[in-house]
C-alpha cells in the first residue's frame, strides 16, 4: 500500500484536486442551479416519485368508487324498502276500501231483508276442471256463527245469486256456481213473473252463461230481462239471477228457452254470503 501511494499519490490527488475544481467550477458557471449529480438523480427520482403518486391516486380512486358502489347499493335498497311497504300500504288499503264497500252493500241487502241470516266467507279455492264450476270456501261446521247446510244459497252483497252449497267440511265448504252444469235453480221473468228453470249447460258454462228453459205456457222471453228466483227449495224468492242475453228456439222449435248472463261477476268474487236461513214467503 505504502508503495501504490508512493508510486501512484501524486496522480490521485492530482484527479481529485481536477475534480473539485470542475465541480466548484460547474456550479459557480450554473449560478445555483441542478449540477450533473442532481440532475441524474432528479431523472431517477421523478418517475419513481410520478409512478407512486400516481398509484396512490389510483387505489385512492377504487377506494373512493367501492365506497360509492356501496353506498349506492344501500340506498337502492332502502329505496326498494321503501316502494315495497308504499305498495303493500297502497294494497292494504284497497283491500280495506274495497271490504268496507261489499259490508255498505251487504248492509243496505240485510235491511232490506231482515229475515236472511247470513254468514260472510272468504273464496279461498277455485276448482281447477274444466267440466265444473265451483269453488271452496272459509267457512264450515266448526268455525262457521250459523250452521251451514248442503242447499244453502250464495250470494254477493248485493244480493246476486252465485250459487249453492254442495258439500260442507269441518272449515271450509264447496259451492256450485250458477253456471255449473249441474246446478238447477226456479226462476221468475217478466212483468207476468213467468215460471221457469234456470239450468246448468256444460256448452254455456265455457261462455260463463246459463239456460232459462221449461218454461209456463206462453211465456214471453224478452232480451235485457231481468230474472229472478222463484224461492224453490232453500233458496228465497226475488234474489236477481242475471239478465236474458238471448232468445232462441229449442229443437222442435216449437218452445223457446232463454240464455242467461249472471248478474254476478264470478271472476271478480272474493268474499260471498251464505244465506244460512230465511222466512219462506207464502
Avoid at 368508487?65 to 335498497?77: M, P, R, T
Avoid at 274444466?130 to 266448526?142: C, H, P, Q, V
Avoid at 224461492?231 to 223457446?256: A, C, D, K, M, T
Amino acid at each position: 500500500m505504502k508503495e501504490y501511494v508512493k508510486k501512484y499519490g501524486l496522480r490521485v490527488g492530482a484527479a481529485v484536486l481536477v475534480v473539485v475544481l470542475i465541480v466548484v467550477l460547474t456550479t459557480v458557471l450554473m449560478h445555483g442551479r441542478a449540477g450533473v449529480m442532481s440532475n441524474l438523480t432528479g431523472a431517477i427520482s421523478n418517475p419513481i416519485g410520478q409512478a407512486a403518486s400516481a398509484a396512490v391516486e389510483w387505489v385512492e380512486g377504487i377506494y373512493g368508487y367501492i365506497y360509492k358502489y356501496d353506498q349506492l347499493v344501500a340506498e337502492n335498497n332502502s329505496l326498494r324498502a321503501q316502494l315495497a311497504q308504499a305498495q303493500q300500504a297502497a294494497i292494504d288499503a284497497s283491500q280495506y276500501e274495497e271490504e268496507n264497500q261489499r259490508l255498505r252493500e251487504l248492509l243496505n241487502f240485510a235491511e232490506k231483508h231482515s229475515d236472511y241470516v247470513m254468514e260472510s266467507a272468504k273464496i279461498t279455492e277455485w276448482s281447477s276442471s274444466n267440466w265444473e264450476s265451483t269453488f271452496r270456501i272459509s267457512k264450515g261446521e266448526a268455525n262457521a256463527t250459523n250452521p251451514i247446510e248442503a242447499g244453502d244459497c250464495v250470494v254477493t252483497e248485493y244480493g246476486a245469486l252465485v250459487g249453492q252449497v254442495i258439500e260442507v267440511g269441518d272449515s271450509w265448504c264447496t259451492v256450485r256456481t250458477l253456471i255449473d252444469s249441474g246446478i238447477d235453480v226456479g226462476a221468475l221473468v217478466g212483468e207476468a213473473g213467468a215460471v221457469g228453470m234456470c239450468v246448468g249447460d256444460f256448452a254455456l258454462m265455457q261462455e260463463g252463461l246459463l239456460r232459462l228453459t221449461y218454461l209456463s205456457e206462453n211465456a214471453q222471453l224478452v232480451e235485457g230481462e231481468a230474472v229472478l228466483t222463484s224461492g224453490r227449495g232453500s233458496i228465497p224468492q226475488g234474489l236477481i239471477i242475471g239478465y236474458i242475453n238471448q232468445v232462441l228456439s229449442e229443437g222442435n222449435g216449437q218452445s223457446l228457452y232463454g240464455v242467461v248472463e249472471p248478474a254476478c261477476n264470478l271472476g271478480s268474487l272474493s268474499q260471498v254470503f251464505i244465506i244460512t236461513d230465511f222466512t219462506i214467503q207464502e
